[in-house]
């Protein structure tokens, strides 16, 4: 039960860091945030917790693929707010189309043998 604490508490931290220096340096805190420090501490979580290379692995390569697809919610969410449309539609918008290039993504994936 400890390490659920530990890891909750490292986890909060990081988005607590992130959200108050972006507050002060919005690029600083972009660059934390685009930092892989979540699916970095997955890893060593799933590797401590588990020692299997497979999920590992996987856990890692299926991150990559669907990074891929999440990237453009970055440059249309803000098009979007620059253009007067609020926040929380151009964010709803953002993650409708990461959501639906999620799909398109393991659709495509699927195609080459590699399910996510």
Do not use: C
Request: proline share 4%; hydrophobic share 55%; aromatic share 12%.
């Amino acid at each position: 039960m400890s390490w659920y604490i530990i890891k909750i508490l490292i986890t909060a931290l990081i988005v607590l860091a992130v959200s108050e220096i972006s507050k002060r340096l919005p690029l600083l805190g972009s660059l934390i945030a685009s930092l892989p420090l979540i699916s970095v501490l997955g890893m060593i979580w799933i590797f401590q917790e588990t020692k299997d290379t497979k999920k590992l692995i996987s856990h890692a390569e299926g991150t990559f693929w669907y990074v891929l697809p999440s990237l453009p919610m970055f440059i249309v969410m803000p098009w979007m707010m620059k253009k007067g449309i609020s926040f929380y539609f151009s964010l709803l918008s953002g993650i409708l189309l990461t959501i639906i290039l999620y799909m398109i993504m393991t659709k495509i994936l699927s195609r080459f043998g590699m399910n996510l």
